[in-house]
DNA sequence: TTGAAAGCGCTAACAT
DNA sequence: ATGTTAGCGCTTTCAA
């Protein structure tokens, strides 16, 4: 039963021994050192393939623990997110292309989880992480930036420390989205906001009352909820808003889940968009169209902050001295029909 | 500066030092040996605390190779299909219940992706394997199996082999699916199906067809088109479908991001659901309610089948000798208003 | 150009 | 109850 042994790990000391050689030669071989003789080097690729030998990655991380083993760690707030999906594409995306392989870790907005997580991936010896913080002053991830590792944020920035971070411009693409609204002539234009400790969150309101103000539109404080960043919260700040004594009359979502969130409670209510109430959504999607009604919403490039910070991350394992960068992409409002 | 150490690794070692004990009661501590002297265990404790000592799971993995080291590969064909992320959410919750972590790799429905993945996965010495192998022959994981790796399969079974699996039950879903197009009055009802090589696509069309014939419908070929299973291939049959000298008058979709395809097609050529066009899926979404129009779908338990495979994998890693089990979750209609 | 040998951090015989 | 030690598979001096 010659399959029994196909995956039976084989070592380099068998491929040494059968090419008649030492494990330092096939290691050489293997690694691509120049110094190899041609015909040695030929005579041991030749037995790897017929042992069908593959390195042990576990072997090689705990020897060169200091040195690259091609592994990432990715730190994921939540994976229902089709943001976060997006830009673990833009990841995968890059760091397949150069090689790396990835540990997704996805902590659900779960600071037990982030602290767990974050420990497993420093366990395994990982060559750098791409994480977005739980927030700001996120101590767990700040250590992890003053120990060295490297590491880049996304979507949220780190105080205090100098960090590789890719975001987008949470205030103009606010901005843009509360002033389309104002100019469609909406008076009562209510924020659902994701988690407050969010500078993105934070950002983003900003950038809500920044709009209501040059459009003389007066900033109302119960037209703002503050959630979870998740869709039930969607759901449920929808309804507040829309049983106000004086209801919106249009809401601007901080993010993708409470989008779909609050289209439900529109939806459950019978009522009409844009006619009876309005929505603009933070984060687009690529069915958006075949929403009802096809949604208005800021686009983010998601993917393309996945393969920016993977990008920025490979840069940095590959030279840890070159200064810090934080790159800010711009965001699309998309225009479509729910308001 | 402290925190420069914060992260750096301290050994097993080091705490063996500082307590005054060898490593190896050390690690009888960490492994929670019964033979540790009560004080020598709180001692232990104490500075490995104050050391903020971390196990390194890298060697630990090196060192036992054949012992569980509580952690699960994972092999997804598309991160993009919510049906999947669902999956993944299962698994996950079980996992981290178990204090076990996931490797996950998304192989985008990509074969070389896949047999890259899975040497990584091999080589990490993961304790087991949750895959969607890309076919039924798919030598790769088959030999896996038996090379006698714990293994369980998600949503598509394997030849020739034992193994255990959860699938659910394509074949009455679909049925009921198109049973209900029929049953509406619905007379030219076409299929896009997803990867014609999965098991599942094939089940989904036997349903189809069964049903059609139940309810007197001939069966038409040129109403079943064959996809990849993805966003584009929706956006495209549908519309092949719709340019038909006699137009299907409803669809029933392989799979959620077909559905999503073909619903961006029908609302791009102005089209009205179900009046001009009909549409039902196979999986639903949470934010089904919100399309336009509410979606009618056939729901797979996706959490469940993450749940329950994650479930049978550590059963598996805990009892390799227990027989192989199949199971099969029931699928629902959820019936809404797209035909 | 090649080989011998040490050591990464851990666990499990085995010995005490 | 505790310690000594070998070895998992690999890379890298150092020596030849």
Redesign the pocket.
Known sequence: MAYENDYK?V???E??DKA?????????V??N?????P???LRVQQVIKELR????R???R????N?SNNLLGVLIPDIQNPFYVEVLRGIEDVAYENKYALIVCNFSQDEKKEKLYLDILLSESVDGLIAAPTHENDQKVINIVKSGLPIVCVDRGLTGVDVDLVVVENRNGAYSAVDFLAKQGYKRIAYISGLPQLPSSRQRESGYKDALADNGLVFDGSLVKYGDSRHESGVKLSEELLNLENPADAIFTGNNLITLGALETIHKRGLRIPDDVAIIGFDDMYWSISLNPPLTAVRQPAYEIGKRSAELLIQRITDPARPTVSMTLKTELMIRNSC
């Open positions: 790990a070592s380099l000391y491929v040494a008649g050689v030492s494990s330092a030669t096939v290691s050489r293997i690694n050192s120049p110094n190899v003789n015909e040695t080097r030998y593959t390195p042990n576990v072997a090689k705990l020897r060169n623990r040195a």
